[in-house]
């Protein structure tokens, strides 16, 4: 094989060896039969000591729940609006929330981290659209009590199997 000419055209080749030897990883993963969510728990009663009221998922989260590898939930703690995603399989179908903010038409704006009830740090961003403002953070957690303030640092964690399933991803949103 030839040697590669420049720094890029080696970088290059790395990407791509990298990621053609991921195909199978990816394949067992994406749109995998997360309907089923075996060994699903339930949901929690609470969260931060405050009880949780159940909301219907909308009708954009309940036709993306039908091909995600494990559950969704929408929550309400009398002051903050809850996402649990429960996932059973590494997935780029966890997507980060601020994704989903700017999808959904929304400014935002990237925040300091926050600690959670129990010290974890959540990444966070303030979104806006019209007059309506919100703190919104997120972390990931695995039952082994590791913790990611972001969906890109957890995937590959649980792609390269230093964390194990399954995984809790929470989004806080709480008007500001």
């Not at 053609?20 to 000591?49: C, H, K, N, R, S």
Request: hydrophobic share 40%; proline share 8%; charged share 20%.
């Amino acid at each position: 094989m030839k040697q590669p000419t420049s720094p890029y055209a080696a970088a290059t080749l790395f990407v791509i060896a990298i990621a053609t030897a991921m195909v199978p990883l990816q394949e067992q993963t994406a749109g995998g039969g997360g309907a089923l969510a075996i060994g699903f728990p339930g949901w929690p009663v609470d969260y931060d000591g405050h009880p949780l009221q159940e909301l219907p998922l909308t009708p954009r989260e309940r036709a993306f729940a039908q091909e995600f590898p494990g559950r969704i939930g929408r929550f309400w703690d009398g002051r903050r609006e809850i996402i649990m995603r429960w996932v059973d399989a590494p997935t780029r179908r966890l997507h980060a929330a601020v994704d989903c903010f700017r999808a959904s038409g929304y400014s935002v704006a990237a925040l300091p981290a926050r600690r959670d009830g129990n010290g974890a740090p959540m990444g966070c961003f303030r979104a806006r659209r019209g007059d309506e403002s919100m703190l919104v953070c997120e972390l990931i957690r695995d039952e082994q009590g590791q913790s990611w303030p972001d969906v890109s640092a957890w995937y590959w964690h649980a792609l390269l199997g230093t964390t194990r399933s399954p995984w809790w991803s929470l989004v806080v949103a709480e008007q500001s």
